[in-house]
């Protein structure tokens, strides 16, 4: 069996491929990071060192290393404290989970404090585990790094706002620009300047800001990274029923976003706590993430703005990454880690690749990848009851965590899922897609779906039959395509998928040919 091998560009050297033996072959090892930060400390298990990294456990203490902060500028023993015994439960977890290396990196309350060094020495002497203080201009490089991890081809800037700092740096593509700056405009340092009202607050994060902040010089987009950004993300997502319910690659139009902000930068804790879906641990800083949102957009005037879960953390991750690794991607990646041991024939999505390879003429690189991603996850509902498996596939991944795909990519994926295991584009489909999918797109995946459909019939799912097959979709016909000598008996369940691909086509007939 030959794979094709498929570049991006003239220029790229990016391979999109469905490759099935690398997938299967891998010795998924789990790998922990653990954020020091300085209102929460974070402690996430990865199932594995990859391009497209799952969280298997990920937990949160609200330490508040910042606030430990006394006068002096050294840690208070009550946040030492606090800290070690998140630290101690962490590790104690991720010793009983196997994993073999856990990674401690701590931000701007540990680089700040003048005890820092002791509170670094503490967490060693405990647990052998040493952490990394990041300096700003490391924070914000892997931050920024972190989007690159989480998007395809991501490009503008990106803002990670956590508990002590703001960071913003300059994301190209496959690479952190030259522009970074880190800012004393996290979480608890905005609510303290809240104090003195929001005008006096907002005249001093503007200074900062004004003195600070590079402008943004190429794509009119700010990824915006952090737990309050995030928590903005979701009560947006909330209040507007957004069909899909998932913050990372949530867009908003910036004036959007900044009427968001600057609404929930004036409201009281109370009300914050009533927004709905607001996060109820963040209820007395989500005003303050708030405000620093709303002055960042007002200084930087960006066309869109998008949410990423994915910033400093699994940025570190992607930097462990051998350079082969990191230029995989990540949609891709995610669904073939998924889809593929989950088949009953794991080989048989890679034989889908190539029965589609010339399913859509002129396919651009991001439709290809899009359409590999389909046909890894064509067989992820096999298990399911029958009557189910459409419309439970699409709610499934209308919601499932994969990155590197936009709200409207996954969508189509969706929608092509479901029409793979039979499921129509109803009313209530197309209720959901309405915004995403225009009609066009919405055709597409559901003819997609059909052809794979077609093809775990006729085939019965063996990749060396649907190799000696083609599906041309013609102004007259839908043709099925068999090579001369191939013995692939004809059948009431094939004809009948094959009718139903022409009908989602719009051509009149189907029909069974030998070609030469």
Not at 258 to 265: E, M
Not at 272 to 290: C, E
Not at 296 to 310: G, I, W
Request: net charge neutral.
């Amino acid at each position: 069996m030959v794979r094709t091998q498929v570049r991006a560009t003239e220029s790229d050297p990016r391979i999109i491929e469905i490759d099935t033996p690398r997938v299967l072959g891998r010795d998924q090892r789990h790998f922990g990071v653990i954020d020091i930060g300085s209102n929460s400390m974070r402690l996430v298990v990865y199932d594995d060192l990859s391009r497209a990294p799952f969280a298997r456990f990920n937990e949160k203490s609200f330490v508040a290393l910042g606030r430990g902060l006394g006068e002096d500028g050294r840690f208070t023993g009550e946040a030492m404290d606090r800290a070690l015994r998140a630290v101690r439960r962490f590790n104690a977890i991720a010793r009983a989970m196997g994993v073999e290396r856990v990674d401690v990196l701590a931000t701007e309350a540990t680089r700040k404090a003048l005890n820092g060094s002791d509170l670094v020495a503490a967490i060693e002497a405990e647990t052998g585990l040493r952490p990394r203080v990041l300096s700003g201009d490391e924070e914000a490089t892997y931050a920024a790094t972190g989007v690159i991890s989480g998007f395809f081809q991501p490009k503008g800037l990106a803002g990670d706002m956590g508990g002590g700092s703001l960071e913003v740096a300059e994301v190209l593509g496959d690479r952190v620009g030259e522009r970074k700056v880190s800012m004393p405009l996290g979480a608890l340092p905005a609510k303290a300047l809240m104090a003195e009202g929001i005008d006096a607050a907002k005249a001093r994060i503007d200074a900062i800001l004004r003195d600070s902040l590079p402008p943004l010089l190429t794509e009119p987009t700010f990824y915006a990274i952090g737990g309050g950004w995030r928590g903005l993300a979701r009560v947006h997502i909330a209040e507007t029923a957004a069909p899909i319910a998932v913050v990372h690659n949530h867009e908003i139009a910036a004036g959007e976003a900044r009427a968001l902000a600057k609404r929930i930068a004036r409201m009281s804790p109370e009300e914050v706590s009533a927004l709905p879906d607001a996060p109820s641990r963040r209820g007395n800083t989500l005003a303050a993430a708030a405000l620093v949102l709303w002055r960042v957009l007002k200084h930087l005037q960006p066309e869109r703005v998008v949410f990423s879960v994915f910033g400093l953390r699994e940025g570190w991750l992607y930097a462990q990454l051998d350079a082969a690794e990191r230029y995989r991607d990540p949609l891709l990646e995610g669904a073939m880690a998924i889809g593929l041991p989950a088949a009953r024939v794991p080989a048989f999505p890679e034989a889908l690749g190539r029965f589609t390879n010339s399913l859509f003429p002129a396919e651009p690189q991001t439709g290809r990848r899009v359409r590999l991603a389909v046909c890894a996850l064509t067989d992820l509902a096999w298990r399911d009851h029958e009557k189910v498996r459409a419309h439970e596939s699409f709610r499934r991944l209308l919601q499932f965590p994969f990155v590197g795909l936009s709200h409207p990519e996954r969508a189509f994926v969706a929608v092509a899922i479901m029409a793979r295991y039979g499921g129509e584009v109803d009313e209530t489909v197309r209720a959901v897609v309405r915004d995403l999918l225009p009609a066009s797109d919405l055709r597409r995946a559901e003819i997609l779906g059909r052809v794979l459909l077609l093809g775990h019939r006729v085939s019965a799912s063996v990749p060396e039959i649907l190799d000696q097959l083609r599906v041309v979709i013609g102004t007259d016909a839908v043709r099925l395509e068999v090579r001369p000598g191939v013995s692939v008996p004809d059948s009431d369940a094939v004809q009948a998928r094959l009718r139903q691909l022409a009908r989602v086509a719009g051509v009149p007939g189907a029909e069974i040919v030998t070609v030469e």
